[in-house]
C-alpha cells in the first residue's frame, strides 16, 4: 500500500491542522492505521492510531483532549484532527499502516512547525 500525507504547515500555538493520509494500491480497511511523529533530535513516536473499522482509538498521554483520529475506509483517507498546538508538536508526522501480518507501510511525512 502507498501512503501520501499532507496537510503539515506553520501555524502559531493554540492553532488547529488537519493532516489526511491517502492510501492507494491495496484494500484500505484491511489495514489499522496510525500517526507517528518524529521532532528534531528524537526518536519518532506514535501519536495516535485506529482499528480497521475506526472503532477503536488509541492516543499518546500528550495528545489527549487535543487530537483526533479518524478515518474513512471508502475514501481510503486517514486523518488527524489537531488542536490547541503547542511548540512540543512540532514534527514531522508521518502516517502509518499495519497489516493483518504486521507488515508496517509508511508515508513520505508532512512537517507541522508550531510557534510560540
Known amino acids: 500500500v502507498q501512503l501520501q500525507a499532507s496537510g503539515g504547515g506553520s501555524v502559531q500555538a493554540g492553532d488547529s491542522l488537519r493532516l489526511s493520509c491517502v492510501a492507494s494500491?491495496?484494500?484500505?480497511?484491511?489495514?489499522?492505521t496510525g500517526w507517528f511523529r518524529q521532532a528534531p533530535g528524537k526518536e519518532r513516536e506514535m501519536v495516535a492510531a485506529?482499528?480497521?473499522?475506526?472503532?477503536?482509538?488509541w492516543y499518546t498521554d500528550s495528545v489527549k483532549g487535543r487530537f483526533t483520529i479518524s478515518r474513512d475506509n471508502a475514501a481510503n483517507t486517514v486523518y488527524l484532527q489537531t488542536s490547541s498546538l503547542k511548540p512540543e508538536d512540532t514534527a514531522v508526522y508521518y502516517c502509518?499502516?499495519?497489516?493483518?501480518?504486521?507488515?508496517?507501510?509508511w508515508g513520505q511525512g508532512t512537517l507541522v512547525t508550531v510557534s510560540s
Open positions: 485506529i482499528s480497521r473499522n475506526g472503532v477503536t482509538t
Open positions: 494500491g491495496r484494500t484500505f480497511s484491511d489495514f489499522s
Open positions: 502509518n499502516a499495519a497489516s493483518l501480518l504486521a507488515r508496517n507501510y
